[in-house]
C-alpha cells in the first residue's frame, strides 16, 4: 500500500500541472487509506508512516505548486498526516470506557479542552473551515500519543519503528538540508517567496537560506532535527554516523537558535539520567560527531553563516526577535491575561510564545485543564525516569525537555511541535507500563517455580 501511494503521488508529480492539481486530493485521501490499512494490519508500520507524512508532506507540497507554476496559498496536501492521525479515534472509540483503570484521563481532558477552544472559536466568528483544519492539528498530537500509550504492549516494534523512521529522516532530510542551501532548489525559491518568509528565512539563492530541508520553514525544521539528533544516541545502526553528520550541519545551517538552545538542554539532562555505560556511550558519540561537524561548520561556505547566527547569542540588545517577544509578553500582561474565556481556536495567528497562545485560544478556562493534563502526564514520566534502564525512555524525557524550550518561543500544541509532546509522552509512558508488566511476569515466574520446588520437596519427604 505504501508503494502504491508513493507511485501514485511521484506519476502525479510527473505528469505536470493537472497532476499536481488532482494530488491536492489524492493526497490526504490516500494518506487517510493507507493508515486506515496499516491501522489495522501492519500497527507499528502504520507509526512509522505518520511520522514520514510529517517530513514529508511540505515538500510534496512545494513540489506541487513548482509544478503547478504558482505558490498556493493554502494546499490541501499538507491535510495528509492529519488524515492519517484522524484513524486512531477508533482507539479513542473503543477505550474511553476504560479511561481509568488504563490512566488515560490526562488525554481525554486535553481533548476536551481543544473542543471547548474549537467551539468558542465558532461561537466567536471564525470560519469554520479554518476552525476545523486548526482544530486538526491541535487533536492530532493527543490522538497519536493516546493510541501509542494505550497500544504499551507493542512498545518493542514502536521503538524499533520511531527509531528507524528518525534515523533515515536525519539522513535524507540533512542531505537534502544541505543541498538546498548550497543550490537553491527553484521549488523552494517559489515557496520563500509566495510565503513572504524571505525576511526570516533568508534570500532566494544559493548561500542565502536558512535551511528547512523537507519541512515548511525553520523553525519546525529546528525542532525536528533538535529531537532527531537526540534520538540518534539510541540507534545501533551503522548508518548513525552520516545520518548524524549529514543532520548536524543542516540544523547548523537552520540557524534556529531556540532548537539549539533546546538540543543542548535535552543533552545535559539526559546526561544526568544515564548510567555510567550509557554515558560512556553518549560521550563517546558526542565525540566522535564533534570531530566530524566542527571542522564543517568552520568552512566556507557554511561558516559565515553559521558563526553569524551564534554570535546573535550573546547579542541580545540587537536581537529584533527577542524584542518582539518581550514586545508581546508586554501586551498580554497589559491585556490578555485577564482572557478567561479565550478568543476560541481558528481566530488567532500563530504568537511567539506557547503560554500565550493557549491563554488566547482556549482562555484560562481551557488552558488550566489543558496544561494540567500535559503537567500531569510529564511529572509521571519523570519520576520514573532514573529506575528506567531503557535508554530510549529516557531520551523521551529528553525529548519532552527540549520541547518546554519550544513552548517559551512559539505554539508547540499544534502540528509537528506537537507532535513530539504527546507522541513522545506516549511512547515514553508506554515503555513504563511494558517493562512494569514485565517486572510483574518475572516475579510471578519466580513464585511459580518456588511453589513448584516446594511441592517436590513436600512430596519427597511425603514418601
Known amino acids: 500500500m505504501i508503494f502504491l501511494f508513493s507511485f501514485v503521488t511521484i506519476m502525479l508529480l510527473i505528469v505536470g500541472s493537472v497532476g499536481s492539481k488532482v494530488l491536492g486530493i489524492v493526497f490526504p485521501l490516500g494518506a487517510l487509506v493507507v493508515g486506515w490499512f496499516l491501522y489495522f494490519r501492519h500497527p507499528a508500520i502504520y507509526i512509522g508512516f505518520v511520522w514520514w507524512l510529517f517530513f514529508l508532506v511540505s515538500f510534496v507540497r512545494r513540489f506541487a505548486d513548482f509544478r503547478v507554476g504558482a505558490f498556493t496559498e493554502s494546499s490541501p496536501i499538507l491535510l495528509a498526516p492529519f488524515m492519517a492521525i484522524l484513524v486512531c479515534a477508533h482507539t479513542l472509540y473503543f477505550n474511553l470506557p476504560k479511561a481509568r483503570e488504563q490512566g488515560t484521563a490526562p488525554f481525554i481532558l486535553a481533548l476536551a479542552s481543544t473542543g471547548y477552544g474549537y467551539c468558542v472559536g465558532i461561537l466567536n466568528g471564525a470560519l469554520p473551515v479554518k476552525a476545523t483544519v486548526a482544530i486538526l492539528g491541535w487533536i492530532s498530537p493527543i490522538l497519536f500519543g493516546y493510541h501509542i500509550y494505550v497500544n504499551w504492549h507493542r512498545y518493542p516494534e514502536y521503538r524499533t519503528v520511531i527509531q528507524k523512521a528518525f534515523l533515515w529522516g536525519a539522513l535524507v532530510m540533512g542531505i537534502y538540508g544541505v543541498y538546498q542551501y548550497m543550490v537553491a532548489p527553484q521549488w523552494d525559491r517559489l515557496w520563500l517567496i509566495g510565503s513572504g518568509l524571505t525576511s526570516s528565512a533568508g534570500r532566494p539563492e544559493p548561500f542565502g537560506m536558512r535551511v528547512w530541508s523537507t519541512l515548511n520553514s525553520p523553525g519546525p525544521f529546528g525542532d525536528v532535527m533538535a529531537t532527531t539528533l537526540l534520538i540518534l544516541f539510541s540507534s545501533t545502526s551503522p548508518l548513525i554516523l552520516p545520518a548524524a553528520i549529514a543532520g548536524g550541519l543542516a540544523f547548523l545551517l537552520s540557524s534556529v537558535r531556540v532548537a539549539w538552545i533546546g538540543w543542548l538542554v535535552g543533552m545535559l539532562f539526559i546526561s544526568t539520567s544515564l548510567r555510567p555505560k550509557q554515558q ?98 510529564v511529572t509521571t514520566l519523570m519520576g520514573n525516569l532514573k529506575k528506567q534502564a531503557d535508554l530510549f525512555i529516557k531520551l523521551a524525557g529528553a525529548v519532552l525537555i527540549k520541547s518546554m524550550v519550544f513552548f517559551l518561543a512559539t505554539r508547540v500544541t499544534s502540528g509537528i511541535h506537537g507532535m513530539f509532546i504527546w507522541s513522545f509522552l506516549g511512547i515514553g509512558l508506554a515503555g513504563q507500563n511494558y517493562f512494569k508488566y514485565q517486572r510483574i511476569l518475572q516475579m510471578e515466574n519466580i513464585v511459580e517455580k518456588v511453589e513448584k520446588d516446594v511441592e517436590k520437596t513436600l512430596d519427597v519427604e511425603a514418601s
Open 280 to 377: 560512556l556511550r553518549l560521550i563517546t558519540l558526542f565525540a566522535v560527531l564533534a570531530l566530524f561537524i566542527v571542522p564543517l561548520s568552520t568552512m566556507e561556505p557554511f561558516s559565515t553563516t553559521i558563526s553569524k547566527r551564534l554570535e546573535t547569542l550573546s547579542d541580545i540588545q540587537n536581537d529584533t526577535s527577542a524584542q518582539d517577544r518581550q514586545g508581546v509578553y508586554k501586551r498580554f500582561f497589559q491585556s490578555g491575561m485577564y482572557n478567561y474565556i479565550g478568543d476560541g481556536i481558528g481566530l488567532n495567528e500563530i504568537v511567539d510564545s506557547g503560554p500565550l497562545s493557549l491563554v488566547l485560544d482556549l482562555g484560562w478556562l481551557g488552558t488550566i485543564p489543558y496544561l494540567g493534563s500535559l503537567l500531569l502526564l
